[in-house]
């Protein structure tokens, strides 16, 4: 072995003895609330897929059925060979939902929000990020070559001090709902701070799309807000939708720009046609099935009702993400397995996902749960504290 890769080993002992070390479990079921791990049956809240749409029947027959016309795999990227019928008829659907002039598909989150950043900004631009960002939007920010600011979790006097400074092109982008705490970006100031200072507003809405809001319109919906306040909306299809990949959503020009200057998108495979076919059936589910929305904030109030009279140090959160903070990473590695082994699936979150001392279980529901299996999750917490 070279010494390079000896080094590489010497890296992840030190990741070990952090407690910060990661491992994937296999699993050899369906997605959801019930997976098959280990040869053992657990009871799954760490799931993304908040409506319970991953194995819908109907999904599933779409995507069968759409594999039988299309074939697997898409072929090429979507400006060679790779934008078919399907993939178009979904844009449209999506512009709509959103209330969008056009919708652009992208193959993941990650390289949708690399992609726009990176095409709307350069050198002599400056881009402002909220500190607890998912990693795809810091990054995005970081390759786009603008002067790169972190504003303090949803500061907005704290952004207008760095808006003030700028020239060129400024950018803002947040989270919708942030993903490891749950809580919800301030839009409405956000917009305002935007407006004021001749800046475009981002928002990569992944958790909140399909959960938020009556028609599950996500972030944008729950505050009133459209094209004009918030110009550019990112949104991934695997969380609330159910399937894969994401999209962006905006104005004609936006849309037009991206498919001509967003290297992650032109230089890609598309996703497979059959994904975007079982994406317009979970789309259809997501605007007609309100009670799957209504279900979940029923069982996250039951847990925090639950988790309160326990003691457990849960943050602000109206979402189906409920972070138990611990602080101390081997204890919350240790609690993750505790539960794993009482017949309950809920990761652990470390750095640097988390800041450091935050280290936390993060319990999300699905429409699928029942309130039995709320109040065993509580009843193990409650062993596992003790």
């Given at each position: ?28 079921s369906p997605q959801g609330i019930n997976l098959q791990i280990d040869g053992r049956t657990v009871v799954n809240f760490c799931s993304n897929d908040y409506l319970g749409l991953a194995n819908h029947p109907d999904v599933v027959s779409a995507f069968k059925a759409a594999a039988d016309h299309y074939g697997v795999g898409s072929g090429s990227a979507h400006l060679i ?50 500190r607890l960002n998912h990693a795809s939007l810091l990054d995005g920010g970081l390759f786009s070559g603008a002067r790169f600011k972190r504003y303090a979790h949803a500061d907005v006097e704290n952004l207008n001090v760095h808006l003030n400074k700028a020239t060129g092109n400024k950018l803002i982008v947040t989270d919708g709902v942030f993903s490891m705490d749950g ?204």
């Open positions: 072995m070279t010494a390079a890769f000896s080094q590489l080993t010497g890296n992840l002992d030190t990741i070990k003895q952090r407690a910060l070390y990661r491992s994937r479990r296999v699993i050899a060979c790779g934008h078919s019928a399907a993939h178009h008829v979904l844009e449209e659907e999506l512009a709509d939902f959103t209330g969008r002039d056009r919708a652009l598909l992208f193959s993941t989150g990650y390289m949708a929000n690399i992609g726009v950043i990176s095409a709307l900004l350069g050198r002599g631009d400056a881009v402002f990020e909220d809580d919800f970006a301030p839009l409405k100031a956000l917009s305002l701070a935007a407006k004021d200072n001749d800046a475009w507003l981002m928002v990569d809405d992944a958790h909140g799309l399909g959960v938020i809001g009556e028609r599950g319109g996500g972030l944008l919906e729950h505050y009133g807000l459209n094209l004009e306040d918030v110009p550019v909306l990112m949104g991934t299809l695997g969380k609330g939708f159910g399937t894969f990949g994401a999209f962006v959503a905006g104005s004609d020009a936006l849309i037009e720009t991206l498919i001509q200057q967003a290297r992650t998108y032109i230089y890609t495979t598309a996703l497979p046609a059959a994904v975007a076919e079982a994406t317009r059936i979970s789309l259809k589910i997501v605007i007609a099935e309100n009670w799957r929305r209504d279900k979940l904030k029923k069982l996250a109030e039951r847990f925090r009702l639950g988790a309160g009279q326990l003691g457990l140090e849960l943050m602000v959160s109206a979402s189906p993400i409920q972070p138990i903070i611990i602080g101390d990473s081997q204890r919350a590695v240790d609690t993750s397995n505790a539960l794993l082994n009482a017949g309950f699936l809920v990761s652990a979150i470390r750095p640097p996902t988390v800041p450091k001392g935050s280290s936390r279980l993060r319990v999300t529901f699905s429409a699928l749960h029942e309130e039995h299996q709320i109040d065993q999750l509580l009843d193990a917490l409650n062993l596992i504290k003790t």
